[in-house]
């Protein structure tokens, strides 16, 4: 199975993405599977052609899409997508939409193509905190998760917390939920989750 697993590039004042972090710590080939891996821009306008490109591309069995959101202390597979951009902060382009229907042809919000409840339960079964979450947010993470819902391979978003360097904190991670918290998490310990997550599809 090949399975195309994205992150997203720091953002703002960010020298960090946790989701990046974790997708360059995945490796090429666990058992079975082929990863292929890709950092997707933190813009509304350019991020969602860049992952369909990739997903032309690879031609991928599952997608897998990582983003980081600083006030959770769990991994979160997101039930859904909403079908609008409300930007708290500029995306690295400057660009900073409020109230800007993604899709007018679209309905209000999109399925995950991937149950998500069931890899939260594969994660807590393996002694991870996770749980499913139905508020991506509204700044590109959901933008991405709300496209990739569409998409015609089995998708999932999933957010990890904004884990940070030790004794250092998370600046803009906090788009999602608008608080950073200490998660408690390593970069090892998600990238252990996670391949949890592929060993299980």
């Not at 993604?102 to 393996?126: C, F, H, K, S, T």
């Amino acid at each position: 199975m090949h399975i195309l697993v994205t992150g997203f590039e720091p953002f703002g004042s960010d020298t960090i993405n946790a989701s990046s972090e974790v997708v360059s710590r995945l490796p090429k080939s666990p058992g079975p599977h082929r990863i292929s891996t890709a950092i997707l821009p933190v813009a509304f306008d350019t991020s969602g052609p860049a992952l369909e490109q990739l997903v032309d591309e690879h031609e991928p069995d599952i997608l897998l899409c990582l983003g980081e959101a600083g006030g959770r202390s769990a991994i979160t597979p997101e039930a859904y997508g909403v079908n609008i951009n409300d930007a708290r902060i500029p995306d690295n382009n400057g660009h900073q939409p409020r109230g800007h229907v993604i899709d007018l042809q679209a309905p209000p919000r999109r399925p995950a193509g991937l149950d998500p409840n069931i890899v939260a339960e594969i994660l807590v079964r393996a002694g991870f905190n996770a749980a499913v979450s139905d508020d991506a947010g509204k700044f590109v993470c959901n933008h991405i998760a709300f496209l990739a819902y569409d998409m015609r391979v089995p998708a999932l978003f999933i957010h990890v917390p904004a884990v940070r360097q030790t004794g250092s904190r998370a600046l803009v991670g906090d788009e999602t939920d608008g608080t950073t918290v200490d998660s408690g998490w390593s970069f090892e310990q998600l990238t252990d989750a996670i391949m949890t997550v592929i060993a299980s599809l």
